[in-house]
């Protein structure tokens, strides 16, 4: 037990790593052995109190560990408390759960997890949006435009996740294009689903600001695109996305729709300009799924 007798999750754990004699990475391996996939970044989370085991992956793998640290059962989940307010965060954004965003798809929320540990820490100024689809109807890039306030110092870090509707299909490429790079990436092929990590070019301060720019591009598709989707977990001052079509594949009509909580959701209709492309902006956009979608 710490001093003063305190025994929260984070005290208790760190305090069991400790007399176990046990590295972060080798507590991971033995974790990993057991069939839990923790990163050693998520451990070193959970014994600094920055985070807490909170998602069904996590609270599995907790058993597993008193395990490995020697500890009576129970030892670790007596001490965890009741689930965290998914309200607003640290920095007072109101924030929507991984999970949420992915109900269906319990592999993101296990992939972010893994990356995504500094994304409350920044506030969205802008959100740009560029979806293009070739002459065939496929959707060719997503090209993705931030600005981003960080609301404590040591922020270096963004998460990105994105579907493909095409199962199977090779794999799409993150390319960086101002003031980042791309420091990991894993592509679950038979789902889809790409999921990577977006270094800074520099560590941000508090307070401080800074755009970054990357693209997603990917091979042509056996079958034409329907739709583009943003997932928002978290409120944008102003977000806007744009459709890009070729002139050879233009569709009859275009729509957008906002998927909120169970009780919001809106659409309208959008129209297609002179250039073959379509637009929708939102000021103060809050969390939730925004689709812009068309018919051939």
């Avoid at 999750?9 to 790593?17: E, P, T």
């Avoid at 807490?52 to 490995?68: D, G, N, Q, V």
């Avoid at 981003?148 to 490429?173: C, E, N, Q, W, Y």
């Avoid at 091979?219 to 739709?227: C, E, F, G, L």
Wanted: hydrophobic share 35%; glycine share 8%.
């Amino acid at each position: 037990m710490e001093p003063g007798g305190e025994r929260t999750f984070h005290h208790v754990l760190r305090a069991a790593v400790q007399r176990s004699g046990l590295g972060l990475d080798r507590i991971r391996y033995r974790l990993e052995q057991q069939g839990h996939r923790l990163s050693v970044a998520t451990l070193s989370l959970w014994q600094t109190g920055q985070r807490r085991p909170e998602r069904r992956e996590s609270l599995a793998a907790l058993t597993a560990l008193e395990e490995i640290l020697a500890v009576p059962s129970g030892s670790l989940t007596s001490v965890l408390g009741p689930p965290r307010s998914r309200g607003p965060g640290p920095n007072g954004q109101r924030r929507v759960p991984v999970e949420a965003m992915w109900p269906a798809d319990p592999q993101v929320p296990a992939l972010l997890g893994d990356v995504d540990a500094e994304d409350e820490f920044l506030v969205r100024l802008s959100h740009h949006d560029l979806v293009t689809l070739g002459p065939d109807g496929s959707e060719r890039s997503l090209r993705v435009r931030l600005v981003l306030k960080a609301t404590r110092s040591g922020v270096s870090r963004l998460p990105i996740a994105f579907a493909s509707d095409h199962p199977d299909a090779p794999r799409p490429v993150v390319r960086p294009l101002r003031h980042c790079s791309v420091r990991s990436a894993e592509y679950v092929p038979e789902r889809g689903y790409l999921v990577a990590s977006v270094e800074f070019d520099r560590v941000l301060a508090r307070g401080e600001v800074i755009m970054v720019e990357y693209v997603v591009e990917h091979a042509p598709a056996p079958a034409r695109s329907v739709r583009s989707e943003r997932k928002l977990r978290f409120p944008v001052h102003e977000y806007f996305a744009e459709v890009s079509f070729h002139p050879d594949a233009v569709p009859a009509r275009c729509g957008w729709k906002f998927y909120g909580d169970e009780t919001t959701t809106r659409g309208g209709e959008l129209p297609i300009d002179s250039t073959h492309c379509v637009h929708f902006a939102a000021s103060n956009a809050k969390p939730g799924r925004y689709s812009i979608h068309w018919e051939w």
